[in-house]
C-alpha cells in the first residue's frame, strides 16, 4: 500500500543547513510535494518535483530525489527561526486512477535554535 | 492573491449532532480536495471533486457527504458527530483542466470540536 515515511522531530541551529529526509512507497507518484505547517495553521506549499528529476532548487530550499530508492530530501539552506514548523512530505499516486490526492508522510518538526 | 477560504474557522458541535463546512477554492480552480487532519497527525484525504462530479474518494465516513456546486464552492455534511470527528479539515483546491493537478493549494482549516 501506499506509505510515506519521514523522520518526527529535526533541530538546527540558526545559520546551518537543515537536511528533512523522506521515502515513499509507490513508484507511479509523477509528483512528489514539500508542504510547511506552522503552528495552528494551514499547509503551505513549499515545492514539488517532478518524478523524472534529480533536483529541484529554489532560493533556499533545495529538493533531491532519488527515484531507485524512492528516497526525497528538503534542504534549507541558512536556516532561520522563522523556519520553525512541521515539513510534511507528500506523493500523489497514480495507482488505480488516482487524481491527484495527496499522501502525506506523519511529518518532521523542524526546531531552530538561535 | 486570492487563497482558498473556508469557513467557519472554528466550530463547536455536540455528538450526534450535524455539522457543514464551506470551501471557496482559488478562482478558476475547478477541483477541491477535502482532508481531514487529527491532533499530532498528517492530513487523510476524504474526497475530490472536479467540475462538480466526485472524482475520487479516500477515507470518508458513511455519515459524512460533501458536494461541489455550481461556481465550485463544496460544502462538506457531517452527520451523527461522534467525539473522534474532533480535527481540523482542510480543503485544498488546483487548477485541473488542463492537465494534472500539480499544484494543490490548502486552506486555513475548519477547527471542528466536538464534545
Known amino acids: 500500500g501506499e506509505d510515506v515515511e519521514q523522520s518526527l522531530f529535526l533541530s538546527v541551529r540558526e545559520g546551518d543547513s537543515s537536511v528533512i529526509n523522506c521515502t515513499y512507497t509507490?513508484?507511479?507518484?509523477?509528483?512528489l510535494y514539500w508542504y510547511k505547517q506552522e503552528p495552528g495553521a494551514g499547509l503551505q506549499l513549499l515545492t514539488y518535483?517532478?518524478?523524472?528529476?534529480d533536483m529541484k532548487q529554489d532560493q533556499r530550499l533545495t529538493v533531491l530525489l532519488n527515484k531507485k530508492d524512492k528516497h526525497l530530501s528538503l534542504r534549507i539552506a541558512d536556516t532561520q527561526t522563522g523556519d520553525s514548523a512541521i515539513y510534511f512530505c507528500?506523493?500523489?499516486?497514480?495507482?488505480?486512477?488516482?487524481?491527484?490526492?495527496?499522501?502525506f508522510g506523519k511529518g518532521t518538526k523542524l526546531s531552530v535554535k538561535p | 492573491a486570492a487563497g482558498v477560504i473556508q469557513s467557519p474557522r472554528h466550530l463547536i458541535k455536540e455528538k450526534r449532532e450535524t455539522a457543514t463546512l464551506k470551501c471557496y477554492p482559488i478562482?478558476?480552480?475547478?477541483?477541491v480536495y477535502w482532508y481531514q487532519q487529527g491532533p499530532g497527525q498528517d492530513p487523510q484525504f476524504l474526497i475530490s471533486?472536479?467540475?462538480?462530479?466526485?472524482?475520487d474518494k479516500g477515507s470518508i465516513p458513511d455519515r459524512f457527504s460533501a458536494q461541489q456546486f455550481s461556481d465550485y464552492h463544496s460544502e462538506l455534511n457531517m452527520s451523527s458527530l461522534e467525539l473522534g470527528d474532533s480535527a481540523l479539515y482542510f480543503c485544498?483546491?488546483?487548477?485541473?483542466?488542463?492537465?494534472?493537478?500539480?499544484?494543490?493549494?490548502f486552506g486555513p482549516g475548519t477547527r471542528l470540536t466536538v464534545t
Open positions: 485544498a483546491s488546483s487548477f485541473r483542466r488542463q492537465g494534472p493537478s500539480y499544484e494543490q493549494y
Open positions: 509507490d513508484s507511479s507518484s509523477t509528483y
Open positions: 518535483i517532478f518524478s523524472n528529476m
Open positions: 507528500a506523493e500523489s499516486p497514480e495507482a488505480g486512477g488516482s487524481q491527484g490526492n495527496l499522501i
Open positions: 478562482p478558476r480552480h475547478d477541483t
Open positions: 471533486f472536479y467540475e462538480k462530479m466526485q472524482s
